[in-house]
């Protein structure tokens, strides 16, 4: 079964400091990965996918994700947090047979000024 | 902000009674994806419609339905609501066969007291 897995819960990072959300998956054949963000009230906001090809991918606002094969992991990066990057951060898998997405857990990223 | 659009954004209703939740899809899109949040948790996969038929379930009981009419544009219907089906209802629109992400509506906050 395909799964993904968002080890820590909470990520605290003094603004201007780099950041770093992990996420770790379970796939058979080739991964299609996601990273979604999700600010309070509010629905999933597209931030970046892995499809196939260079195995870091940039995306919206400053936020790039590194693909290791090796290592299944597929974690979520920016050079430099700022304090509106605060929020819920979800890695996912689309499911190979219909399309679904699989979730992790989330990892609550807190940025202090 | 993507295109999708969900009504109502809140509600609240009594356990027994049924609910509707709807949702307009992005320009484009013809697929549907229904999602339950509940409190801490990440999304969990309610079931999927293409071409008004549904195309792949979750774990979940038939007591949650849905349609997917002409337009794309899509209904969760929920019987016999249980204290526990209190969450955010989310729904994503994506194109079929295609690498392209899902777009999220912004949620339906479902209270069943």
């Known amino acids: 079964a395909q799964s993904v897995a968002q080890p820590e819960d909470q990520v605290n990072v003094a603004e201007g400091n780099p950041l770093t959300v992990k996420c770790t998956y379970s796939v058979s054949g080739n991964p299609y990965l996601f990273w979604y963000v999700q600010y309070p009230n509010r629905g999933l906001q597209f931030l970046l996918k892995?499809?196939?090809?260079?195995?870091l991918v940039k995306g919206s606002y400053g936020f790039e994700a590194e693909f290791n094969k090796s290592q299944t992991s597929f974690h979520l990066k920016k050079p430099s947090a700022l304090v509106s990057d605060s929020a819920l951060y979800f890695c996912?898998?689309?499911?190979?047979?219909?399309?679904?997405?699989?979730f992790g857990q989330g990892t609550e990223l807190s940025v202090k000024p | 902000e993507t295109g999708v659009t969900q009504s109502p954004t809140h509600l609240i209703k009594t356990r027994g009674q049924q609910v509707t939740l709807r949702c307009s899809s992005q320009?484009?899109?013809?697929?549907v994806s229904w999602y339950q949040q509940a409190l801490g948790q990440g999304p969990q996969f309610i079931f999927q419609y293409y071409r008004e038929e549904e195309n792949g379930r979750g774990n979940f009981p038939p007591r949650f339905s849905g349609l997917q009419f002409p337009n794309y544009s899509s209904e969760l219907n929920v019987n016999a609501l249980e204290l526990d089906d209190s969450a955010l209802y989310l729904c994503a629109s994506s194109l079929r066969d295609t690498n392209t992400e899902a777009f999220f509506g912004q949620g339906t906050r479902l209270t069943v007291v």
């Open positions: 996912a898998v689309r499911d190979i047979s219909g399309g679904k997405l699989i």
């Open positions: 320009s484009g899109h013809n697929t």
């Open positions: 892995y499809i196939t090809g260079d195995n």
